[in-house]
């Protein structure tokens, strides 16, 4: 098409006149003003503002700068990524990636028997793994290797009691990455909607802004342990269709993040009616399953097939249900976050609709192969009687018990700390406080152009060094503040560096 302008009959779009005929030269194609909107739009508190400061604290004194500052050491307590704060590798899973990365140490089997502590298992299951996937530095199936997603199959059905389909499960970059392939097929128009705890992880809002979609909030129960309120989400869903939101999916995170709280069965399944009845896709985020410290962790699935077979089923209101629940490497006694592995099972889509998002995911080509290969081996640990298993459990055992120790030292800090109230850890890596603050303080943090938690966040930070992530970063009730903590550090020093801190901070604005 020929361009027109001044001298041509048709105007340019104002794009393209600026481009041409702005009499300041551009020196590059983007700026603030004309890149995507969305990416703008979207929020990602866990890596904001504190965390970069907190990085930068970290480089200080890592160059042996910072001698004036009041700390140390930098606590990373903003994320759940277990093995930067030192949370050791399981070994039988990096002793099978070390052969997976170098298949020439199959011929050194003997030696690191010897030497390195290897196990015969460490190199069957190396092996298996290679039949499966053939080099690691290999693209695999779209969705995953087929091996690798029948133990996922294989776990599920022992998990559950009900049988899984590897044909339904999806491998992929850790579950971020299946939330960004269900929320891109999902959401067709920004009228679309989707139920969103509050408070909840940032990756749901941060993907429903990115895809100019609508979240829609359904506020969690704090005063019953952060619990999901079936009638809330009900409420919540109506007044978004009454403003002509197309709601069609519910996102549930069990065990919570940031809130800890770990749902029950009759929970699980009341969400199951709702979304049955009102025709919603279900996403169940489990990536804390293993992360539980009271009661025991029920999947969406179980709850789905459970109802499926009851009474409640008569009129087959459940059959065509649609589930996605997402699993993942990065958490629970695994933490190998870096590596990019999870998995998603789908149940109950429409087949058109599944070959839709087998296309989304096969423009990304696949899922990292080793991360896949130690979704493998999450989902398949050694058992009992094999070689590998003793310690295995050693770890596992260790790990799980530091987490829950920890967890209950902050919780009995957080308990005599003024102001602050917190609901007994059930489940996840975090904590989740209400703190409240006096009206200086509040005054200060307007002065600085800060919200309440923000502000008490940021001096933490920097009389500290130990960062936390305020609760508007997650939502939150109008009028409340919180703030999240992980509990994931080594140790309690710093726990006594948050108590003393407090206490400064309520005696200075009193
Ligand atoms: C609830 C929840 N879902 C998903 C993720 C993302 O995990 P992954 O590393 O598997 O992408 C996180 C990470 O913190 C999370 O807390």
Not at 86 to 108: C, G, Y
Not at 201 to 230: G, K, R
Not at 446 to 463: I, N, S, V
Request: proline residues 6%.
């Amino acid at each position: 098409m020929p361009l027109s302008g001044p001298s041509g009959s048709l105007p340019l779009p104002a794009f393209l006149e600026k481009r041409l005929f702005s009499s300041t030269p551009r020196t590059r194609s983007l700026n603030i003003n004309n890149i995507n909107p969305h990416v703008k739009e979207a929020k990602y508190a866990v890596r904001g503002e504190l965390a970069i400061k907190s990085e930068q604290y970290k480089a200080q004194l890592a160059k042996g700068e910072g001698k004036d500052l009041p700390f140390d050491s930098v606590v990373a307590a903003n994320i759940g990524n277990p093995q930067q704060l030192d949370q050791k590798p399981i070994t039988f899973f990096r002793q099978v990636a070390s052969i997976l990365e170098n298949p020439a140490l199959l011929d050194a089997q003997e030696v690191l028997e010897k030497s390195s502590g290897y196990k015969s298992d460490v190199f069957e299951r190396a092996r298996t793994l290679l039949k499966d996937v053939k080099s690691v530095g290999a693209y695999s199936q779209s969705q995953g290797a087929p091996g690798i997603r029948q133990s996922v199959a294989d776990f599920i059905e022992r998990r559950d009691g009900y049988s899984a389909d590897p044909q339904s499960i999806y491998l992929s970059a850790g579950a971020s990455s299946g939330v960004n392939a269900l929320m891109s097929v999902i959401c067709a128009s920004p009228q679309t909607g989707v139920l969103v705890p509050i408070p909840q992880y940032p990756l749901y809002t941060a993907t429903l802004a990115l895809q100019n979609a609508h979240c829609v909030p359904y506020y969690l129960h704090e005063e019953s342990n952060w619990s999901t309120n079936v009638d809330g989400m009900r409420d919540a869903l109506k007044k978004a269709q009454k403003q002509g939101i197309d709601v069609r999916a519910v996102v549930v995170i069990n065990p919570g993040n940031p809130t800890g709280a770990s749902l029950k069965s009759e929970a699980i399944n009341s969400v199951l009616e709702l979304a049955a009845e009102e025709k919603l896709v279900c996403i169940a985020d489990e990536v804390y399953q293993t992360n539980i410290f009271e009661g025991e962790f029920q999947s969406f699935k179980k709850g789905l097939r459970d109802l499926q077979k009851s009474e409640k089923n008569k009129d087959g209101k459940f059959d065509n249900m649609e589930l996605a629940s997402l699993h993942s490497i990065s958490k629970g006694m695994v933490g190998e976050c870096g590596h990019r592995g999870g998995y998603y099972e789908m149940v109950g889509f429409d087949p058109e609709v599944v070959a839709q998002i087998y296309k989304f995911v096969s423009i990304m080509l696949c899922p990292p192969v080793l991360g896949q290969c130690i979704v493998e081996m999450m989902v398949n640990p050694p058992r009992e009687g094999e070689p590998s298993y003793p310690l295995y459990r050693q770890e596992y055992e260790h790990i799980f018990h530091s987490l829950r120790d920890r967890a209950q030292a902050l919780y009995k800090a957080f308990q005599e700390m003024e102001g602050v109230s917190c609901q007994s850890p059930a489940g996840s890596m975090y904590l989740f406080p209400t703190i409240t603050l006096s009206r200086k303080a509040l005054e200060a943090a307007r002065e600085a152009g800060k919200g309440g938690d923000e502000f008490y966040c940021l001096r933490l930070l920097d009389a500290t060094g130990i960062c936390i992530v305020p609760g508007s970063g997650f939502g939150q009730k109008e009028g409340t503040l919180h703030f999240r903590t992980t509990f994931l550090a080594p140790g309690t020093e710093w726990v006594g560096r948050i108590t003393k801190f407090h206490k400064e901070f309520m005696d200075e604005y009193r």
